[in-house]
């Protein structure tokens, strides 16, 4: 056996005739050849339905496109829909949750769920001041 | 005039604690419910402020103090029970001296001052 000039040829093995290892790459390449030559026969003639499987007819490109793009589109705009329509149809934001309204210790209440002002009977006082 | 608003809203977060406990601080004190709302006014401000006050839970012994920096308007609204112990004229120096700090542009402080004092006044005449 030659020697192998390797760091590690005490893990590689090495095949002792280079005649051998030819003949096995050329009987490993006519093998898989073979195989793929037969592969055509295997599958039957093109297009053709094995036996008892169903053979529904070709999916029309446009339903094709309604149940992929459409369906999903429809759901999105939907589920949208139901999660913004609500708080448009109240009114808009709510009080103490706006960027520019600011109500420390108040009711979270639209300005439309405020009660009413006060009358000339009321009995709340206070005071007013301007700047 | 200068404007006292942060960015977007009026205060930053820290603004917005220094409020907060504030508020608690006041209403330990004096037993008072203290509300501030800081926002537009819509229609005449002390209107909307009595409207914000009678959608409180138990207005009669609430305080709100109601800011609108466009309008530069400021209502401190005080139930029956607490203007036994607020009167309507030391609302009305506690106010002028709120407006005083929010013009220099000061809002939270402004309101922090305005809620002590308020508290201070009420322990007071208990």
């Given at each position: 056996m030659r020697q192998c000039r390797s760091r590690y040829d005490h893990a590689v093995k090495q095949t002792p005739n280079p005649a051998v290892r030819r003949a096995s790459r050329a009987a490993s390449a006519a093998a898989?050849?073979?195989?793929?030559?037969?592969?055509?026969?295997?599958?039957?003639?093109?297009?053709a339905v094995p036996e008892n499987w169903s053979n529904p007819d070709d999916v029309d490109t446009l339903y094709a496109l309604g149940v992929l793009?459409?369906?999903?589109?429809?759901?999105?705009?939907?589920?949208?829909?139901?999660?913004?329509?609500?708080?448009?149809?109240?009114?808009?934001?709510?009080?103490?949750?706006?960027?520019?309204?600011?109500?420390?210790?108040?009711?979270?209440?639209?300005?439309?769920?405020?009660?009413?002002?006060?009358?000339?009977e009321s009995k709340a006082g206070g005071a007013s001041a301007r700047w | 005039m200068e404007q006292v608003r942060v960015g977007d809203a009026h205060f930053d977060n820290p603004q917005r604690l220094a409020i907060s406990n504030t508020i608690r601080t006041a209403e330990l004190a004096s037993r008072i419910e203290f509300s501030v709302f800081?926002?537009?006014?819509?229609?005449?401000?002390?209107?909307?402020?009595?409207?914000?006050?009678?959608?409180?839970?138990?207005?009669?012994?609430?305080?709100?103090?109601?800011?609108?920096?466009?309008?530069?308007?400021?209502e401190i609204v005080a139930g029956g029970w607490v203007r036994d112990r607020v009167s309507d004229a030391d609302a009305q120096a506690v106010a002028d001296e709120m407006a005083g700090i929010i013009a220099g542009g000061d809002l939270a402080g402004g309101i922090i001052h305005g809620i002590e004092e308020l508290a201070q006044k009420a322990r007071a005449h208990a």
């Open positions: 898989a050849v073979g195989l793929l030559a037969t592969l055509p026969l295997l599958a039957g003639p093109a297009g793009v459409g369906l999903p589109l429809a759901l999105f705009v939907g589920i949208a829909f139901l999660v913004y329509v609500p708080s448009l149809v109240r009114g808009g934001r709510q009080l103490s949750s706006g960027v520019d309204d600011e109500w420390f210790g108040g009711p979270r209440k639209t300005r439309d769920e405020l009660a009413d002002p006060d009358g000339d | 800081v926002g537009t006014s819509h229609g005449h401000p002390r209107a909307y402020a009595t409207q914000l006050h009678n959608s409180l839970v138990a207005p009669a012994r609430t305080i709100v103090i109601m800011v609108d920096p466009d309008a530069r308007a400021l």
